[in-house]
């Protein structure tokens, strides 16, 4: 099994007529995903990279069967998407769309929660899947040609397809990477996407990628000191020499009230019992160590 | 966005705090004259957008007008953690009888408003949370029923109110300015510290802070409008980048750094404190990396003063390498050439292409960042 995604999972873009979601939706189509269509209000009937574009996420839904979609939608405009494809029955949401206004996060995030779907994002590259060979989102496709049997969950983007690479060149194949976003609210979160991942047999490792701001590594390094995952976790934790009360590129991605710094969440690690790499590419020997024991 | 906090107290006054009488000074002069206005006590508080200003001495008691403007006068032109005193806050002094702590943020784990309130606040509030975190009371708000009476009683009442006293409905007023402030604002932070019980009686909001989401400011043109007008948080070289459309953060070191997404960009910062040396500044060009994208970030390093030696760091699956040593080369003749040291590590297409094309420039192309990482923190090195 992969995570979310598997063998039935049928994708539509929204935003699939702008520039950034047709890149993607072909890129994500050479990859090998079942992208069925794509969504853009008043362009419904057209077709893009050979695919039917609809008006809305009802009619796309009810004419693909799709059960996931993949927001490409403009931040201005991006929660009125979320919240059409969770009233069209999608079940899983992956927004890719940056700079969405907190306010608005909390409550589309709140509202899917509340209807039984899932949301990756936003701001986030989605989720891949070596295995199947499904990807919702924009990672490039050359890096997660191995299929294997780690998990990589993270809250970046970039460093993630660098430390999947680092693992690839080690013969790490991976099993399902998720960028869970770099905004302070996320529909699924670091915690949240490490225990989907704790709960496959066909994961063996899970690499966690975290970076200032919040507290989610130290709440996931207090269910891992309490035994409630038992499976090996390596992490690394981007910007320690980030200076306080400055926003780091990502909205979340901020020291404030004395609490998320990166020293603090790597020692919340270590002596939570995961290791914790210095440098990206530290990680693979660690995964390998791990999984010796 | 960072409210100052006369800009805090004046939007909290509007949804009905009571907040001791002050205006705006730019002169030393205007500090005077407010107080000659005020005719009592008053204190002289820097405004800069920055916590902990008190203890850098941004906060001062002037018992006369002449030393409200001695003192306004030490003030101006004095920075504090790197901002620049303009404005001078001159307000009503109040005595206190006991400091209290009130904030509301948007909690990451439950997805909902969390107020923190503590009867005991101030500038060891960090301390106290650490120490005797059991003083922090969280009262957590569900985005869509909003801020109901027993969340506000539960508030009031930890912080050391009566019920039926004016305190009481004073202490409970706040909490619901605080609220509307967080959510007609669209506020990542709303916070009163200290929040003071006076020696008069009064409940009164002695600091008042506010961040507004910059991602919301567009649905808020009187902010955004403050904002455009005076940037307030960010240095010069910030306020540029940001222009540029880059994410510029300014950094002490001399190695300066430029990768493709913020979790690298950190990432390589940290590789070059790893190493021994000291990263110079943050600056993410974001995802893709077009010719004219890396020319421009490439052009901000090599106007800065103090970088010695350039770190790009880029990975890229789709980031084709001729083309970032295209910026690279564009920089470079427009700039005129430089006498800084660059370093490239890229990983990308046409990688063979751009080390030919970079090494007609003298540049090396590293395809590991940890040798790329070394070789910066060397050339560094006096």
């Known amino acids: 099994m992969t995570v979310l995604v598997g063998p039935d999972t049928k994708v539509i873009v929204q935003g699939i007529t702008g520039k950034e979601g047709s890149f993607h939706a072909q890129r994500m189509l050479e990859y090998g995903t079942k992208v069925v269509g794509g969504v853009t209000p008043g362009k419904g009937g057209t077709t893009i990279a050979g695919l039917p574009v609809f008006d809305t996420v009802e009619e796309a839904v009810r004419a693909t069967g799709a059960n996931a979609s993949v927001v ?68 490039p496709n050359s890096v997660y040609q191995t299929p294997g049997r780690i998990g990589v969950v993270s809250r970046s983007g970039t460093l993630t397809y660098e430390i999947s690479y680092q693992l690839a060149r080690a013969g790490l194949g991976i099993n399902t990477a998720i960028g869970v976003g770099g905004d302070p609210i996320v529909g699924t979160d670091l915690v ?12 063996d490792a899970i690499v966690v990628i975290g970076e200032v701001g919040g507290d989610a590594e130290e709440r996931l390094a207090k269910l891992y000191a309490e035994g409630s995952i038992r499976k090996p976790i ?19 991605a901020i020291v404030m009230l004395g609490s998320g710094d990166a020293n603090s969440k790597v020692k919340a690690f270590r002596e939570a019992g995961i290791p914790v790499a210095d440098t990206p590419m530290e990680v693979p020997q660690l995964v390998l160590k791990a999984l010796k024991k | ?37 005020i005719g009592k006590p008053v204190v002289l508080k820097a405004q800069v957008t920055v916590a902990g200003r008190g203890k850098a001495g941004g906060i001062k008691v002037a018992k006369t007008p002449e030393e409200a403007e001695a003192l306004a006068k030490q003030m101006f032109g004095m920075t504090i953690k790197g901002l620049v005193v303009k404005k001078i806050y001159v307000t009503e002094y109040q005595e206190v009888e006991r400091e209290m702590y009130l904030s509301l943020i948007i909690d990451r784990a439950s997805r909902r408003y969390l107020f923190l309130a503590s009867p005991v606040g101030g500038v060891d509030i960090e301390e106290i949370a650490r120490k005797e975190p059991e003083k922090i009371k969280r009262v957590y708000v569900d985005p869509f029923e909003g801020l109901r009476d027993f969340h506000v009683r539960t508030i009031a009442s930890w912080l050391g109110f009566k019920q039926g006293t004016p305190q009481w409905d004073q202490a409970s007023s706040i909490v619901r300015a605080m609220y509307r402030a967080m959510t007609e ?61 880059f994410n510029y953060v300014e950094l002490d070191g001399d190695v300066g750094i430029i990768g493709n997404g913020a979790g690298l960009t950190m990432s390589t910062m940290d590789l070059v404190y790893h190493f021994g040396g000291r990263p110079a500044n943050f600056l993410d060009i974001g995802g893709g990396a077009s010719r004219d994208v890396v020319k421009e970030a490439l052009k901000v390093l090599l106007k800065h003063p103090r970088v010695k030696v350039i770190f790009i760091n880029i990975f890229g699956g789709i980031t084709r390498a001729d083309e970032v040593a295209a910026g690279i080369e564009a920089a470079l003749a427009e700039t005129g050439g430089t006498d800084k040291k660059i370093i490239v590590r890229m990983k990308g297409t046409n990688e063979e292409l751009g080390r030919q094309m970079l090494a007609k420039l003298g540049i090396p192309l590293y395809e590991n960042a940890e040798e790329a990482a070394q070789k910066a923190v060397e050339l560094a090195r006096p």
């Open chain 1, 72 to 139: 490409f939608v403009p931040a201005k405009f991006a929660s009125e998407a979320v919240y059409e494809a969770v009233d069209a029955g999608i079940k899983l949401v992956v927004v890719i769309t940056e700079h969405i206004p907190i306010h608005e996060t909390l409550r589309f995030v709140n509202y899917a929660r509340s209807r039984g779907t899932v949301v990756i994002g936003p701001n986030c590259p989605g989720l891949v899947a070596p295995p199947i060979r499904t990807k919702l989102g924009i990672m």
């Open chain 2, 185 to 245: 604002l669209e506020a990542e932070l709303v916070e009163s510290n200290p929040l003071a019980v006076t020696k008069s009686g009064e409940v009164v909001p002695l600091d008042a802070r506010i961040i507004v989401d910059d991602n919301a400011l567009f649905k808020h043109p009187d902010l955004e409008k403050a904002y455009e007008e005076d940037p307030r948080d960010v240095t010069e070289f910030e306020r540029y980048a940001q222009k540029i459309g």
């Open chain 2, 1 to 37: 966005m960072k409210l100052y906090e006369y800009e805090a107290k004046e939007i909290l006054a509007k949804y009905g705090v009571k907040i001791p009488f002050g205006k705006l000074a730019f002169t030393p002069q205007e500090a005077r004259k407010i107080a000659e206005e």
């Open chain 1, 234 to 252: 390596v992490g690394y934790v981007a910007g320690r020499t980030a200076p306080p009360e400055k926003r780091m590129g990502h909205a979340g």
């Open chain 1, 192 to 203: 949240e996407a490490v225990l989907m991942m704790a709960n496959d047999p066909e994961i």
